[in-house]
């Protein structure tokens, strides 16, 4: 899993909330194994009461979700990882 692709959510996160610290995950839409198309959304969080769909950042397998639904994280936390496609 070492190729695998970090779902990062800093790459997500709303350009007006620079000084909020913490989201909260809302919704996952795949599981673990899921096959996933680049751009699909993955999950959506919350940031200051803001829902954002979390796109897949390439074409693959949801290897791992790292961080569980209803659970918060700080800016920057891997949410999951995507294994590409060969």
Request: charge should be negative; include cysteine.
């Amino acid at each position: 899993m070492s190729d695998a692709v970090d779902v990062n959510s800093a790459d997500s996160w709303p350009d007006d909330a620079d000084d909020v610290t913490e989201g909260y995950l809302a919704n996952w839409f795949v599981r673990e194994g899921s096959a996933v198309d680049e751009g699909e959304t993955l999950c959506e969080i919350q940031v200051e009461k803001v829902s954002i769909d979390v796109a897949a950042p390439t074409t693959g397998t949801v290897a791992e979700i790292l961080v569980a639904e209803g659970d918060d994280f700080a800016r920057g936390d891997v949410l999951a990882r995507v294994q590409p496609s060969a």
